[in-house]
């Protein structure tokens, strides 16, 4: 039997092979399991920024620890995800997933019981580790549980879990805390992890592919996350370090380095942990590229849209959230509404029309001002959503689907990975053009407004503050020089914004060229549950 029609055919797992009976197996009992484990992973991303200020205060924490507490997160979650997607393809994505859920709700309820931070910090970190394991087995699961005509849909409603999740994680937070605890926005993740559990036990059903990979790229492995590791590094630590400095600059270097070792190290291996031919499937290059693209677009945008609504229009936590609820609804909607779409008409011109919805949001956001109101708010940020739809269904199909079944969770992994770098670049990068328009613009608007001089430390401290919208006051400040500083203040901010929101359009716009290039994955038909709907 040749390989290709191995790929062609249903993996040859002996359960697999037949239709699934009753819970076990079934294909949107399926989806319904993984997507209440992946809610949990998706939350974490965004609920926990709510959180953090209360967990400084009551943990006595300083700065730099509760930055750590979101990077810890982020840094395992992102180097570990092509590796987890490797172990799934190994030794199933059922147990994969389940040990994911078990692990991420102990560390969740671990954290909710910590009383140092050094334990948070911790315990975030294998947060990380678990999430990771959870992300691609569920695209894994979902690539081998349903035929190709409904692929589009299943991965539809997964994005629209995903993105739903990741912009009510601020909601969900501010209520918990409030009216809460901190604690809580991690210990609701252990009645949910058990959920999970209990539904994954008695609905997944495992897959083998037929060629699934049987030994383990070791050296590979540790290349690619030293790698992964020095990159997401120097795009954190990049604006303390300084982005022209020798320690950034440093790992930036490594990082290239690890990279280049990587994939040399790749073409001598027997069972490479990413296959470089993979990447000759030019639809499933363009799928990783473009999802790359976007999180830098989103991510990086939605980043100052928080601090706009906070700090420049005074609103709290729950009502940011709220405001934001058109991007979620509207993601909701059309996320399944895309999935249809692209089945029937392929996932190019969705992913197109998507970016340039993307890009034209943000060139449209890029022109809010400090006395923008809801309506015009809310129109930006539903078009946002109904662009960033498709693009989350459709990527997502492309890279999975145009890679051979037994691959399934390093391309899930390799998704995911784009997602976490695209985001961390994006954060970094806008954060560097608001730094750079803050230094600049800062001391003429300063001036303008006929405040009194600052000396050279007072300068760097308002810069720091302006750049996520606030205007410190100092106690006893008269009422008019109080107003004057927060007036220029979040008018150096909303010039920032709206040069760090031109360049996520001009990204999106780039990143609607290269959706010209993706395609229907051609081994999509591969899945398992092909006719068992």
């Not at 294909?27 to 992973?41: D, R, S």
């Not at 290349?223 to 300084?242: H, N, P, Q, T």
């Not at 109101?373 to 959503?385: E, Q």
């Not at 670049?425 to 009194?452: E, H, R």
Request: hydrophobic share 55%; glycine share 12%; charged share 10%.
């Amino acid at each position: 039997m040749t390989s290709q029609t191995s790929l062609e055919k249903a993996p040859q797992d002996d359960v697999a092979a037949v239709p699934p009976k009753g819970l076990r197996g079934h294909p949107w009992l399926t989806l319904f399991a993984v997507a209440i484990g992946v809610m949990m992973v998706a939350l974490d991303g965004t609920i926990v920024a709510i959180a953090n200020p209360a967990i400084q205060k009551d943990l006595g924490a300083s700065l730099q620890d509760v930055q750590w507490i979101t990077n810890g997160y982020m840094l395992a979650l992102a180097v570990s995800l092509i590796t987890a997607g490797k172990l799934g393809d190994r030794f199933g994505h059922r147990q994969t997933f389940l040990i994911g859920v078990v692990g991420f709700g102990a560390a969740s309820g671990a954290i909710g019981l910590s009383r140092s931070v050094t334990f948070v910090i911790a315990f975030r970190v294998l947060q990380g580790l678990f999430g990771a394991l959870l992300m691609p087995a569920a695209l894994g699961l979902l690539r081998a549980t349903f035929p190709a005509e409904k692929l589009n849909m299943a991965i539809g409603i997964w994005g629209m879990v995903i993105g739903a999740s990741t912009a009510g994680g601020p909601i969900l937070g501010g209520v918990l805390v409030e009216h809460v605890s901190w604690q809580s926005v991690f210990f609701i993740n252990v009645p949910v992890g058990v959920l999970a559990l209990v539904l994954g036990l008695v609905i997944l059903l495992d897959h083998r592919a037929e060629n699934a990979p049987r030994s383990f790229d070791i050296v590979g492995i540790v290349l690619l996350s030293v790698a992964m590791f020095c990159m997401i590094w120097a795009l954190i630590k990049g604006s303390e370090y300084g982005w022209g400095s020798g320690r950034t600059l440093g790992f930036i270097a490594a990082a290239l380095i690890g990279f280049v070792l990587f994939a040399l190290w790749e073409t001598k291996v027997r069972e490479p942990l990413i296959p470089l031919g993979l990447f000759r499937s030019v639809p499933l290059s363009a799928g990783t590229i473009l999802m790359i693209l976007m999180a830098f677009a989103f991510m990086g945008g939605l980043f100052f849209v928080t601090f706009y609504l906070q700090n420049v229009h005074g609103m709290s936590a729950v009502d940011s959230g709220l405001h934001l609820l058109p991007l979620t609804g509207m993601m909701i909607v059309a996320s399944p509404l895309a999935g249809a779409l692209i089945t029937k008409l392929g996932p190019r011109v969705p992913l197109v029309g998507g970016m340039v919805c993307t890009a034209v949001a943000m060139f449209g956001m890029s022109r809010l001002t400090i006395g923008t109101g809801t309506v015009t708010m809310s129109i930006w940020f539903a078009l946002l959503g109904l662009g960033l739809a498709p693009v989350m269904v459709g990527a997502t199909e492309v890279i999975v689907g145009n890679a051979p079944i037994e691959l399934s969770g390093v391309a899930g992994g390799l998704q995911q990975a784009g997602m976490q770098v695209g985001g961390s670049l994006g954060t970094a990068v806008l954060g560097a053009v608001m730094s750079s328009q803050v230094t600049s613009k800062l001391p003429d608007n300063w001036a303008a407004a006929k405040l009194p001089p600052l000396s050279p430390e007072q300068s760097s401290g308002l810069s720091k503050a302006v750049e996520v919208g606030m205007g410190p006051v100092q106690p006893g400040t008269p009422p008019e020089i109080a107003a004057k500083v927060a007036s220029v203040a979040h008018d150096t901010f909303v010039s920032g914004m709206s040069t760090a929101f031109t360049v996520a359009g001009i990204v999106a716009v780039l990143a609607a060229a290269v959706a010209l290039f993706t395609k229907r994955g051609e081994n999509a038909p591969a899945g398992a549950g092909a006719g068992h709907i």
